[in-house]
């Protein structure tokens, strides 16, 4: 009886670790799925055919109960992340806009190949043209395509 018992739980426990923790699997599922056959077919074969349908009706209930109270939504949140982003994406929108080319800007970072420069007021994401620039170089804007910003360096350095 003892067995059955165990096999039950190990079954129930293993079909829930399938469908909450490591769903995709399959294999988990399978393993719990044979244990809870197993307990089944043990109770059938040593207590005969009513303890066997009890224990196969005692395995599918409780299986549906645990799952039911196992995909409830306050069991979700408990296990799922609840922050929200707030940050928008890196582009600056209209100051954007008011870059041209030919601008001259300072780099804040090292550009290798992408790195910080201000232009104006405003910091940018930029892309140098060729290799790398250090940073506190002067560099100008050369083209401006799908909200990136190629540089290189200024001729006045």
């Given at each position: 009886?003892?067995?059955?018992?165990?096999?039950?739980?190990?079954?129930?426990?293993?079909?829930?670790?399938?469908?909450?923790?490591?769903?995709?699997?399959?294999?988990?599922?399978?393993?719990?799925?044979?244990?809870?056959?197993?307990?089944?077919?043990?109770?059938?074969?040593?207590?005969?055919?009513?303890?066997?349908?009890?224990?196969?009706?005692?395995?599918?209930?409780?299986c549906i109960v645990v799952l039911l109270l196992t995909l409830?939504?306050?069991?979700?949140?408990?296990?799922?992340?609840?922050?929200?982003?707030?940050?928008?994406?890196?582009?600056?929108?209209?100051?954007?806009e008011a870059l041209f080319i030919g601008q001259s800007g300072?780099?804040?970072?090292?550009?290798?190949?992408?790195?910080?420069?201000?232009?104006?007021?405003?910091?940018?994401?930029?892309?140098?043209?060729?290799?790398?620039?250090?940073?506190?170089?002067?560099?100008?804007?050369?083209?401006?395509?799908?909200?990136?910003?190629?540089?290189?360096?200024?001729?006045?350095?």
């Amino acid at each position: 009886m003892g067995l059955i018992i165990l096999l039950s739980i190990l079954g129930l426990i293993l079909i829930v670790a399938e469908v909450i923790l490591i769903p995709g699997i399959f294999v988990t599922g399978l393993i719990g799925l044979g244990c809870t056959i197993g307990a089944c077919y043990l109770a059938f074969d040593a207590f005969g055919a009513t303890s066997g349908w009890i224990v196969s009706m005692a395995n599918i209930a409780t299986c549906i109960v645990v799952l039911l109270l196992t995909l409830r939504s306050k069991t979700w949140k408990k296990m799922t992340l609840s922050t929200t982003l707030t940050d928008t994406a890196a582009t600056n929108g209209a100051a954007e806009e008011a870059l041209f080319i030919g601008q001259s800007g300072q780099t804040l970072s090292r550009i290798n190949p992408m790195g910080k420069a201000q232009f104006g007021d405003d910091t940018f994401e930029v892309i140098a043209q060729d290799g790398w620039i250090d940073a506190q170089t002067i560099v100008e804007i050369i083209r401006i395509e799908d909200h990136k910003i190629y540089v290189k360096p200024s001729k006045s350095n």
